[in-house]
């Protein structure tokens, strides 16, 4: 078999972003204008939210709904133990103690009961992050947030396309995030979206990604005549990373056919690897964004996840690891907060056994065989 080149992420940048990209910069408006605004009409009538605002990346979304929250200094936010570094972080950025809590086994989500019993009276939000795109428990979550008076701030950066039970990731807390990376379902080269149905919350967000200021420029009908009445931001984004994402946006019902099609082939061409725990694609009502196939290793050790990952690379498949450090088992974390090493065993193992195969957009039908069958040889030489 021809060895293939096979990255584990590959933006799709085509003519249609080139053009709006030029045209954007032979224009004189250059951020704040037209694009961003079709941007967020448009990203809001696709998830079915009342609010979409664009923002400088999904990190910046997630503190955004942290500071509408009110989340300060003696507060509390509970966090997945297995999520990306910026989940945490936001919570650190506004001063308050991020709790984390392990996940499920099955799919790498945070699970209500754990998320129960780490409530206290402090705990003001609660961050539920789809892990590689598979929505987590909301009508769970939903009901201990109800009960308890909490805010949910939905991780939404890799469940763009995904659904729960007909409704959109995003919509279903008091707000969504989404990531524009290039390694992600679309790309603005950076940039992220910030998802709400309430009113309140999206002016109050609108206000601190923009300084503060008591008006938007629109609204500044005597230009320079403003006040500034909260500590705000610069999380703006661009004209011209809007113009990329309306094109992207355009795209992505192709994108989602094609990692779900790669995906299921490749799921379906490993099955009978024993050795290998396929995390899932649908639970319930729930069904991925097919973010990619994520392959777990067992918890024992018997097969050696760098010797698996380097046969892979070696033959040309790309491969990424989510995430390789359980969050609060991170230097910065574990200084900070004295965390003992096996606090978060589940997410542990994850960081330690699990590897993540690509199914976007620039995988085709022969690359998808080629990943099943090195995968296979590459087990029988380990095993
Ligand atoms: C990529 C990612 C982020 C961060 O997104 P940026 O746009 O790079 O800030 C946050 N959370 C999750 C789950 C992600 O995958």
């Given at each position: 078999?021809?060895?293939?080149?096979?990255?584990?992420?590959?933006?799709?940048?085509?003519?249609?972003?080139?053009?709006a990209?030029?045209?954007?910069?032979?224009?004189?408006?250059?951020?704040?204008?037209p694009?961003?605004?079709?941007?967020e009409?448009?990203?809001a009538?696709?998830?079915?939210?009342?609010?979409?605002?664009t923002?400088?990346?999904c990190?910046?979304?997630?503190?955004?709904?942290?500071?509408?929250?009110?989340?300060?200094?003696?507060?509390?936010v509970?966090?997945?133990?297995?999520?990306?570094?910026?989940?945490?972080?936001v919570?650190?950025?506004?001063g308050?103690?991020?709790?984390?809590?392990?996940?499920?086994?099955?799919?790498?989500?945070?699970?209500?009961?754990?998320?129960?019993?780490?409530?206290t009276?402090?705990?003001?939000?609660?961050?539920?992050?789809?892990?590689?795109?598979?929505?987590?428990?909301?009508?769970?979550?939903?009901?201990?947030?109800r009960?308890r008076g909490?805010?949910i701030i939905?991780?939404?950066?890799?469940?763009l396309?995904?659904?729960?039970?007909?409704?959109?990731?995003?919509?279903?807390?008091?707000?969504?995030?989404?990531?524009?990376?290039?390694?992600?379902?679309?790309t603005?080269m950076e940039?992220?979206m910030?998802?709400?149905?309430?009113?309140?919350?999206?002016?109050?967000?609108?206000?601190?990604?923009?300084?503060?200021?008591?008006?938007?420029?629109?609204?500044?009908?005597?230009?320079g005549?403003?006040?500034?009445?909260?500590l705000?931001?610069?999380?703006?984004?661009?004209?011209?990373?809007?113009?990329?994402?309306?094109?992207q946006?355009?795209?992505?019902?192709?994108?989602?056919?094609?990692r779900?099609?790669?995906?299921?082939?490749?799921?379906?061409?490993?099955a009978?690897?024993?050795?290998?725990?396929?995390?899932?694609?649908?639970?319930d009502?729930?069904?991925?964004?097919?973010y990619?196939?994520?392959v777990?290793?067992?918890?024992d050790?018997?097969?050696?996840?760098?010797?698996?990952?380097?046969?892979?690379?070696d033959?040309?498949?790309?491969t990424?690891?989510?995430y390789?450090?359980?969050?609060?088992?991170t230097?910065?974390?574990?200084?900070?907060?004295?965390?003992?090493?096996?606090?978060?065993?589940?997410?542990?193992?994850?960081?330690?056994?699990?590897?993540?195969?690509?199914?976007?957009?620039?995988?085709?039908?022969?690359?998808?065989?080629?990943?099943?069958?090195?995968?296979?040889?590459?087990?029988?030489?380990l095993?």
């Amino acid at each position: 078999m021809k060895k293939r080149e096979i990255p584990f992420g590959r933006p799709q940048i085509g003519d249609e972003e080139k053009t709006a990209v030029a045209e954007v910069l032979s224009g004189h408006i250059l951020t704040h204008g037209p694009y961003c605004q079709s941007f967020e009409e448009l990203f809001a009538d696709r998830i079915g939210a009342r609010h979409a605002i664009t923002t400088s990346s999904c990190t910046t979304a997630l503190h955004l709904s942290l500071l509408a929250q009110d989340v300060k200094a003696g507060d509390e936010v509970i966090v997945p133990a297995m999520t990306h570094v910026a989940t945490g972080h936001v919570v650190e950025h506004c001063g308050a103690r991020p709790i984390f809590v392990d996940v499920d086994t099955a799919t790498g989500n945070i699970d209500p009961g754990m998320v129960e019993a780490a409530i206290t009276e402090r705990t003001k939000a609660i961050m539920v992050v789809h892990y590689l795109g598979l929505p987590a428990d909301m009508s769970g979550l939903m009901r201990i947030a109800r009960d308890r008076g909490l805010a949910i701030i939905e991780d939404a950066a890799l469940a763009l396309g995904a659904d729960y039970g007909g409704k959109a990731p995003g919509t279903i807390g008091s707000s969504g995030c989404f990531s524009f990376y290039p390694t992600k379902h679309i790309t603005t080269m950076e940039g992220g979206m910030l998802t709400t149905n309430d009113d309140d919350l999206a002016a109050r967000v609108r206000q601190k990604r923009a300084f503060g200021y008591d008006r938007t420029l629109n609204e500044r009908k005597v230009p320079g005549v403003y006040d500034i009445v909260t500590l705000g931001y610069n999380y703006r984004m661009s004209e011209a990373q809007a113009a990329v994402g309306v094109c992207q946006l355009s795209k992505l019902d192709g994108f989602l056919e094609r990692r779900r099609n790669n995906a299921e082939s490749l799921r379906q061409q490993i099955a009978d690897l024993d050795v290998l725990t396929i995390f899932p694609f649908q639970q319930d009502t729930a069904r991925s964004s097919y973010y990619c196939v994520n392959v777990t290793l067992p918890a024992d050790g018997s097969v050696d996840r760098g010797a698996f990952i380097s046969g892979l690379n070696d033959a040309g498949v790309g491969t990424s690891v989510h995430y390789p450090v359980a969050l609060p088992m991170t230097t910065y974390y574990r200084d900070k907060y004295d965390y003992a090493p096996d606090s978060y065993p589940i997410a542990h193992w994850i960081s330690q056994q699990t590897v993540s195969l690509p199914c976007g957009p620039h995988v085709d039908q022969e690359d998808v065989d080629y990943m099943a069958a090195r995968i296979r040889e590459t087990l029988t030489r380990l095993l």
